[in-house]
C-alpha cells in the first residue's frame, strides 16, 4: 500500500532553519508530483509547495516565496521542504502529499492529492 512518512519535526527557535522529508513508497514515485502543506491550530489546510513528477517545475504560496524550498530525490523516493528564517506563525503540522499527475505543473488544490501522509509538527518559537 502507499506510505507518505514525513521526517520528526521539532522545536526550532524563530530565525532558524528546518528541512523536513517524506519517504514515498507503494507508488511509481517518478510519476507523482509531491505536494506539502501545513495545518495551523484552528484553521484550514493550506498549500505551501509543489513539485512536478521530474523536479523541472516548483510552485510555492506568495506568502512564502523565498523562504522556503520544495525539492525532491526521485532516485530515493524523497521530496524535501527546506524551511529558511521561520516565524512563529509558521507553527503548524505539514504534511506532504502525492498527485497522480505528470504533467509539466504541480496542483496547489489539496483536492488533487490522492495521498497523505501522517503529518509532523513544527512548533516555532518567538
Given at each position: 500500500q502507499v506510505q507518505l512518512v514525513e521526517s520528526e519535526g521539532g522545536l526550532?527557535?524563530?530565525?532558524?532553519?528546518?528541512?523536513?522529508?517524506?519517504?514515498?513508497?507503494?507508488?511509481?514515485?517518478?510519476?507523482?508530483?509531491?505536494?506539502?502543506?501545513?495545518?495551523?491550530?484552528?484553521?484550514?489546510?493550506?498549500?505551501?509547495?509543489?513539485?512536478?513528477?521530474?523536479?523541472?517545475?516548483?510552485?510555492?504560496?506568495?506568502?512564502?516565496?523565498?523562504r522556503f524550498a520544495i525539492s525532491r530525490d526521485n532516485n530515493k523516493n524523497t521530496v524535501y521542504l527546506q524551511m529558511n528564517s521561520l516565524k512563529a506563525e509558521d507553527t503548524a503540522v505539514y504534511y506532504c502529499a502525492a498527485d497522480r499527475n505528470d504533467g509539466w505543473w504541480p496542483s496547489w488544490s489539496l483536492d488533487d492529492y490522492d495521498y497523505w501522509g501522517q503529518g509532523t509538527q513544527v512548533t516555532v518559537s518567538s
Open positions: 526550532v527557535q524563530a530565525g532558524g532553519s528546518l528541512r523536513l522529508s517524506c519517504a514515498a513508497s507503494g507508488l511509481a514515485f517518478s510519476n507523482y508530483a509531491m505536494g506539502w502543506f501545513r495545518q495551523a491550530p484552528g484553521k484550514e489546510r493550506e498549500f505551501v509547495a509543489a513539485i512536478n513528477w521530474r523536479g523541472a517545475n516548483t510552485y510555492y504560496a506568495d506568502s512564502l516565496k523565498g
